[in-house]
């Protein structure tokens, strides 16, 4: 799971507002509303930069956590790392092609 102050879902969205990435997301809580489980999900749709590995692409990635953030959160941390956004090997360290936008 990813620490609570990593903020993915920014990171995602600005990629998005860059026109880099095209996705659609959606979360919806199961369980009692006093305490519900959050399930996230990010469809990607298209990849418009050559540099991320666009065999993740046209995927849906998902997530549950105990909250709305939590979870919208960590299904982004799973698409960033799936299409290449961060250096391999290392965490959290955008790739030098994709440093102006982090």
Partial sequence: MSEPNKEYMSQLHNLKQ???VHYTENTYPHGPHHNATWE?????????S???NQE???QVYW???GQR???RNEVAR????AIGYFEEGQIDVPRAVF????
Avoid: D, K
């Avoid at 440093?99 to 982090?102: D, F, H, L, W």
């Fill in 18 to 20: 860059s026109n880099l």
């Fill in 40 to 48: 996230a999900w990010i469809e990607v749709h298209e990849l418009l």
């Fill in 50 to 52: 050559p540099a991320f």
């Fill in 56 to 58: 993740f692409g046209q």
């Fill in 63 to 65: 997530s549950f956590q």
């Fill in 69 to 71: 953030r939590l979870a």
């Fill in 78 to 81: 799973q698409v960033l790392y």
């Fill in 99 to 102: 440093q102006a936008q982090a």
